[in-house]
């Protein structure tokens, strides 16, 4: 086979495949030891708290409204950097020392990462009214 065609597959298929199956594994990993620390704390006493002992194990690391401002955050981060690399690609453009070509990867750059953001300032402003809507 030529070599030409497996960089692209390696990178299209083997790597994503393998980063989820190493996520996954570790979070099963993760569960199984959690399960075999309660199992060893309710067999060796009777007098531990499992109800708490379980709510210390599966506690949110977060809550609800401080997620919302960390999609906030990733929202505001990533629209300034995409329209910072939209405005270095069209300042590019209207030089004469960079070309068309020159600034193509900044403007798709900038492109991505500002619609990345933006999708996150969508998800932010729909979830808000949900969190707003528990308290």
Do not use: W
């Not at 495949?17 to 030891?33: P, W």
């Not at 309660?38 to 690391?61: C, F, G, H, Q, V």
């Not at 955050?73 to 690399?85: K, P, Q």
Request: proline residues 3%; hydrophobic residues 50%; charged residues 25%.
């Amino acid at each position: 086979m030529d070599s030409k065609i497996l960089i692209p597959i390696f990178t299209a298929v083997v790597l994503p495949v393998s980063i989820v199956f190493i996520v996954n594994v570790a979070r099963m990993y993760k569960h199984k030891k959690e399960t075999e620390l309660l199992a060893k704390a309710i067999e060796s006493n009777k007098d531990i708290d499992t109800d708490r002992l379980i709510e210390m194990l599966y506690k949110p690391r977060c809550t609800a409204r401080q997620r919302l401002m960390i999609q906030l955050y990733r929202g505001c981060v990533l629209s300034l950097l995409g329209l910072v690399f939209v405005i270095f690609g069209v300042v590019g453009l209207t030089f004469d020392d960079f070309s068309l070509r020159d600034s193509i990867p900044a403007l798709m750059l900038g492109s991505i990462f500002f619609a990345i953001g933006f999708s996150y300032f969508i998800v932010y402003f729909v979830s808000r009214k949900h969190v707003d809507d528990d308290k």
